[in-house]
């Protein structure tokens, strides 16, 4: 399997601030995707990154307050804009070989926001 | 929408019982995969499983998947201190659905 990093791994973020999420695999890669996973949660998918294009959101989810970017097929960004305490997460990227492949997840990245 | 129930949702047990861990839907999946997730990690792939009532087992891990595709039971036997985490279940609903759905989880605690 790939190996995938985040950057940041935590974060401390003030109120009505954004963070900028990287996710890195160490090889190409045809599907990336990033889920927010909430304290004591499961697992919720944002958004297919799709390199070249606008990414494909899920219900409950907009670009004004995520948007991703997909430069190439081993780098994506999540931003979470205008934070609010309610963003208080654990944000992971995953990434599959191609449509239906198994997913493989990134370590996540912490982040509270006060 | 499909939606994966899974049980029990919290278990502590102490070392060296055996558990198993259920995953259910009424809806067909392509495949089905179970990770595992530790605090401050990201999940971990322990398996895939495609085929309908397919068994694999994983040292004293062994996953089945229904005959029907609809269901997964995941079972460990002699459990570990090590064992303890988050375990999850996620379904693929195929083709162009490449959709994972996840399961709310299985917080184990394994006590030495």
């Known amino acids: 399997s790939a190996v995938i990093s985040q950057k940041p791994s935590r974060d401390i973020c003030q109120r009505g601030t954004s963070l900028t999420i990287q996710c890195q695999v160490d090889s190409q890669v045809t599907m990336m995707f990033w889920y927010r996973q909430q304290p004591g949660q499961s697992l919720t998918l944002i958004a297919t990154?799709?390199?070249?294009?606008?990414?494909?959101?899920e219900s409950g989810f907009v670009i004004d307050k995520f948007p991703i970017s997909r430069p190439n097929l081993t780098f994506s960004t999540l931003t979470v804009s205008n934070m609010s305490p309610e963003d208080s997460s654990i944000y992971l990227c995953s990434l599959a070989r191609g449509v239906g492949e198994t997913q493989y997840f990134g370590p996540g990245t912490r982040l509270l926001v006060l | 929408t499909q939606l994966l129930k899974q049980s029990p949702q919290f278990l502590s047990i102490q070392e060296g019982e055996n558990l198993t861990v259920y995953c259910n839907s009424s809806?067909?999946?392509?495949?089905l995969q179970w990770y595992r997730q530790e605090p401050g990690e990201g999940p971990v792939l322990l398996v895939t499983v495609v085929t309908g009532g397919e068994v694999k087992k994983l040292k004293r891990l062994t996953f089945q998947f229904g005959d029907a595709r609809k269901d997964s039971s995941l079972h460990i036997t002699a459990a570990q201190p090590g064992d303890t985490g988050l375990y999850l279940c996620?379904?693929?609903?195929?083709?162009?659905?490449?959709?994972?759905?996840f399961g709310k989880g299985t917080l184990l605690t394994v006590n030495p």
């Open positions: 996620a379904g693929a609903g195929g083709g162009s659905n490449y959709k994972l759905t």
């Open positions: 990154a799709n390199q070249g294009s606008e990414a494909t959101y």
């Open positions: 809806s067909v999946f392509s495949s």
